[in-house]
């Protein structure tokens, strides 16, 4: 049977993206306030006081950034989303697992996203970047300066934090969490809502390093769980890992299982397999892990 034609059913090419963040978007401002900021204000709590009226007229730049995230990654393909801490240091052996696990989600023909700053995302950037993947980083406007590491090939730049979380989640077939702090914890969630709601299924979460994540878990099953807060099901929702093959494991296991039903329901569809209907790449040729 002829292989069926993805091209036909893709959107055209997108506008040249910039390699580099806006050099506007993460300078420091003294006292200025970030677009999510000005969103998210109430009126009164800002001096000069702001024209609320503008607030609807805001929609158009949601909308910009919306359609921007969308035309850059509809054709990425199968995609994992990396969580964790900007704070950690190149010398942490969780840099080096995220670094490793990338690398084998890259050579698996796995993109990899992550918003695009220092610590983890750098490290799972480079690991990417590294086994000649694709790696793109969503970066955000925060009061402080972050920046887009060197190691991502495709960039996107977002003032609005609710937007950025859109794209992780939209193209992503998995999330790996590495531990990390508010952030981190807030993609967790997120993504265990949207999974437990049905808003997105077959899709895993793994968590990272055992030590950092039992006493959550621990709370989930001993407070939360048994408190009648969640169902104990709810639980398997998670995989912890202390291995980058296991994590990869997971990933390429459940995205197998997605094709096969997605192939089975299609019945010859020309677009197969995986939470976005695409096919893996062909796996780049293998390179030693650094």
Same mark, same amino acid.
Request: contains cysteine; hydrophobic residues 40%; charged residues 25%.
């Given at each position: =049977?002829?292989?069926?034609? *993805?091209?036909?059913?893709?959107?055209?090419?997108?506008?040249?993206?910039?390699?580099?963040?806006?050099?506007?978007?993460?300078?420091?401002?003294?006292?200025?306030?970030?677009?999510?900021?000005?969103?998210?204000?109430?009126?009164?709590?800002?001096?000069?006081?702001?024209? +609320?009226?503008?607030?609807?007229?805001?929609?158009?730049?949601?909308?910009?950034?919306?359609?921007?995230?969308?035309?850059?990654?509809?054709?990425?393909?199968?995609?994992?989303?990396?969580?964790?801490?900007?704070?950690?240091?190149?010398?942490?052996?969780?840099?080096?697992?995220?670094?490793?696990?990338?690398?084998?989600?890259?050579?698996?023909?796995?993109?990899?996203?992550?918003?695009?700053?220092?610590?983890?995302?750098?490290?799972?950037?480079?690991?990417?970047?590294?086994?000649?993947?694709?790696?793109?980083?969503?970066?955000?406007?925060?009061?402080?300066?972050?920046? =887009?590491?060197?190691?991502? *090939?495709?960039?996107?730049?977002?003032?609005?934090?609710?937007?950025? *979380?859109?794209?992780? +989640? *939209?193209?992503?077939?998995?999330?790996?969490?590495?531990?990390?702090?508010?952030?981190?914890?807030?993609? $967790?969630?997120?993504?265990?809502?949207?999974?437990?709601?049905?808003?997105?299924?077959?899709?895993? +979460?793994?968590?990272?390093?055992?030590?950092?994540?039992?006493?959550?878990?621990?709370?989930?099953?001993?407070?939360?769980?048994?408190?009648?807060?969640?169902?104990?099901?709810?639980?398997?929702?998670? +995989?912890?890992?202390?291995?980058?093959?296991?994590?990869?494991?997971?990933?390429?296991?459940?995205?197998?299982?997605?094709?096969?039903?997605?192939?089975?329901?299609?019945?010859?569809?020309? $677009?197969?397999?995986?939470?976005?209907?695409?096919?893996?790449?062909?796996?780049?040729?293998?390179?030693?892990?650094?």
């Amino acid at each position: =049977m002829a292989k069926p034609d *993805k091209s036909r059913d893709l959107p055209s090419e997108p506008p040249p993206q910039p390699p580099v963040p806006n050099p506007e978007l993460n300078q420091p401002k003294q006292n200025a306030a970030t677009e999510d900021e000005k969103l998210l204000s109430r009126g009164g709590e800002m001096f000069p006081l702001r024209d +609320v009226t503008q607030d609807a007229w805001r929609v158009f730049r949601i909308m910009g950034e919306f359609v921007e995230g969308f035309d850059t990654l509809a054709r990425l393909g199968p995609a994992v989303s990396f969580f964790g801490s900007a704070r950690t240091r190149r010398d942490d052996p969780f840099y080096t697992a995220a670094m490793e696990t990338a690398h084998l989600l890259a050579t698996e023909g796995f993109a990899v996203v992550t918003g695009g700053g220092p610590g983890i995302m750098e490290a799972a950037n480079k690991g990417a970047f590294e086994a000649g993947g694709e790696s793109v980083g969503c970066n955000i406007e925060l009061p402080f300066e972050q920046g =887009m590491n060197q190691y991502v *090939k495709t960039a996107i730049n977002f003032r609005y934090f609710f937007v950025r *979380k859109t794209m992780f +989640v *939209k193209y992503a077939e998995a999330f790996i969490i590495f531990p990390g702090g508010f952030g981190t914890m807030d993609e $967790l969630f997120e993504a265990l809502t949207l999974i437990q709601t049905g808003k997105v299924r077959n899709f895993p +979460v793994v968590l990272f390093g055992r030590e950092y994540w039992q006493g959550l878990m621990h709370w989930l099953e001993h407070t939360m769980a048994a408190d009648g807060k969640i169902m104990p099901q709810d639980l398997k929702l998670l +995989v912890i890992t202390d291995s980058p093959e296991e994590a990869v494991r997971v990933v390429v296991n459940c995205y197998e299982d997605n094709c096969a039903r997605a192939e089975a329901a299609s019945e010859g569809a020309r $677009l197969q397999g995986g939470r976005g209907g695409f096919k893996r790449a062909a796996p780049p040729r293998r390179r030693p892990l650094k």
